[in-house]
């Protein structure tokens, strides 16, 4: 997908919450959609980051050996 694209989206949020887009979007000069997209992806970034953690903690030695593992797969015709 091209990077120029872009979907156009509507959200309800209250009022504080606009006035305070509008104070930063204006400050930091960038709309309120690239400010929403910024908070996403970091918001995405932190998840995916905090999600490598838990995966990391998890101990794998109950997973099949080789040989249990090809029993499990479907057979090809």
Same mark, same amino acid.
């Given at each position: 997908m091209a990077k120029n694209i872009k979907s156009r989206i509507s959200i309800t949020i209250i009022p504080m919450i606009n006035d305070m !887009?509008?104070?930063?979007?204006?400050?930091?000069?960038?709309?309120k959609s690239m400010l929403i997209e910024k908070? +996403?992806?970091?918001? !995405?970034?932190?998840q995916l980051e905090a999600d490598a953690k838990a995966l990391s903690?998890?101990?794998?030695?109950? +997973?099949?050996?080789e040989d249990e593992w090809l029993k499990l797969q479907p057979k090809l015709d």
């Open positions: !887009l509008d104070k930063v979007s204006k400050r930091a000069g960038i709309s908070a +996403l992806k970091n918001f !995405l970034k932190e903690k998890l101990n794998f030695d109950d +997973l099949p050996g």
